[in-house]
């Protein structure tokens, strides 16, 4: 096998822009996984109509800058879709996000313009810092993909930072805390959960469409398994995260661990590739270490009181005491 | 205060299961009215209060509340009206948030959650200072995730963050049934000095004939969905343990007399 080195650094600036713009993905799921406790499967839908709605308004005329704002509301759209199919049809969070995953699917086509991809180059829109209305991020600017995609990120970060400390983002924390806690304080608990999954999708159409600009394309496909990249940079950030502050960490840090989990996420895989590994495997990998990393606590837990334990010490202590 | 006008409320109708937890109930409280709430398993104690505070609708009567028809609102509309204390210690503080952040939540029960920073600093005194009243030691941990707290002292934080905006009814349904003699004594305890020190109409179901004689102004037995018993004042206040068991079988009759030997 013919492995250099150097190859793979260069690489890793690449990485890095990725990870960061996944990352801000991560912390659109972050707030339904973590704060709502809703595992919510829309996600793989919106970050592709973020793409969708971004490429489509460039290819218009639209600023690159606007047409992030317009693809925010599209995901706010779609996040209300699926906390209404749950709170007002009843139907079980994981269920109605699938439901708007799929159904994006067409959405997304019709946006496109009924095709699977749809590109917008550079050399005719150009940079932003180049005319004003031009591409935030590109992978021809890879520095500058990474210092707009850190300040994107640490303005989302801020935002929800002080939004979850008002009392209506801490009625949404409350929410997903303990449901009857909130209800008994005067909470509408349905609300609640439908303004978490519009503001999580806002962020994750976001991503989508920098994620668009950063390739220059749009692809139906492309927010495929993002739910399970934003659930890999969560435990990832969070593992590193509780290795620094133990678990005294403050949500703005968490946050900020979770972008960084997106950034290690896309180095790893990135290492992963340059092994001449088949990227069609990626997908096997990835599973593999979030159902590992997921499942970890409970392991560790279980190690500490399982049957099998207590059966163990039990034949141990024979005839003492 | 509180009107409750002949409430009915079955569940499971029309299937092998239906259970008729609530069947045609009147009450009626004062404001200042503490009222203790006894009865058998299935007796209907925890269905009447679930009425009152909205878990779920009731089938046919109406509820009044400081003048107001309450009866079609859901739950988190009547909050701004109603503090509970539940029996499980888990279920009235969110386990991921910090005392304070809990207390704040509280404070503005039943109001509309602005965009406004939750916790400001003269907020933070008053709850250092209800907290202190506790006499846990919470006052100085304001920064601690409830989660870590224990059965007894997230109890007590329940029963701050139900009247820490005064309800015009506090509904306390067996909330010492699930600690342990000492610490339920404590919180009996801090139940009653704040009951009286805000003047709070009353509802406190209890499996304990004791605290229910001891604890109130007035009590009441309940039965298949209906009040037998409504004693208040002076004569309460004579009340035995031995005279409130023959009443139960003196009025329920005797086939209940195994439900009475359960109340002991």
Known sequence: ?????????????????????????????????????????????????????????????????????????????????????????????????????????????????????????????????????????????????????????????????????????????????????????????????????????????????LMTQFQGTADVNIGRGAIVIGLAAIIIGEVFCDLFFRKGANFGIRMMFVVFGGILYYVAMTVILWLKMDPNDLKLFTAIIVAIFLAVPYLKNQAKTSFSRAAKHAADGKGEK | MLKVNNISKTFNAGTINEKKAIDGLSLSLKEGDFVTVIGGNGAGKSSLLNAVAGVWPV????????????????????????????????MGTAPDMWIEENLAIAMRRGEKRKLKWMVTKQDRELYREKLSELGLGLEDRLQ?????????????????????????????????AALDPATAAKVLELSDSVVEKNNLTTLMITHNMTDAIRHGN????????????????????????QELLDKFAEVAGHQEETDAVLLS
């Open chain 2, 59 to 90: 089938d046919s009567g109406s509820i009044e509340l400081a003048g107001e028809n309450i009866t079609g609102l859901p739950e988190y509309k009547r909050a701004k009206l109603i503090g509970r204390v539940f029996q499980d210690p888990m």
């Open chain 2, 218 to 241: 007035r009590l009441i037995m309940m039965n298949a969905g209906h009040i037998i018993l409504d004693i208040e004042g002076e004569e309460k206040q004579h009340l035995t343990k």
């Open chain 2, 144 to 176: 601690v995730k409830v989660g870590l707290l224990s059965g007894g002292q997230r109890q007590a934080l329940t029963l701050l963050m139900a009247t820490l905006k005064s309800p015009k009814l506090l509904l306390l349904d067996e909330h010492t």
């Open chain 1, 1 to 209: 096998m013919n492995l250099n080195f150097l190859n793979l650094l260069s690489r890793m600036p690449s990485a890095c822009a990725q990870g960061i713009l996944w990352g801000l993905m991560a912390l659109g799921v972050y707030i339904t996984f973590r704060v709502l406790d809703i595992a919510d499967l829309s996600v793989d839908g919106t970050f592709a109509t973020g793409g969708a709605v971004t490429v489509m308004l460039i290819i218009g005329g639209c600023p690159a800058g606007l047409a992030l704002l317009v693809a925010i509301l599209a995901g706010v759209a779609a996040g209300l879709c699926t906390g209404l199919l749950h709170t007002r049809l009843g139907i079980p969070a994981i269920l109605s996000g699938i439901l708007t995953q799929f159904a994006l699917y067409s959405i997304n086509l019709h946006i496109m313009g009924m095709k699977a991809n749809q590109t917008a180059s550079l050399k005719k829109y150009g940079m932003f810092f180049e005319n004003g209305k031009g591409f935030l991020v590109s992978s021809r600017y890879i520095p500058a993909a990474i210092a707009v995609g850190l300040v994107l990120a640490g303005i989302v970060i801020f935002a929800l930072y002080t939004y979850f400390g008002t009392e209506q983002g801490s009625a949404i924390r409350a929410t997903g805390s303990n449901h009857a806690m909130a209800s008994a304080q005067g909470i509408n608990i349905n609300n609640m959960k439908v303004l978490g999954l519009a503001l999580s999708n806002g962020i994750v159409a976001l991503s989508g469409g």
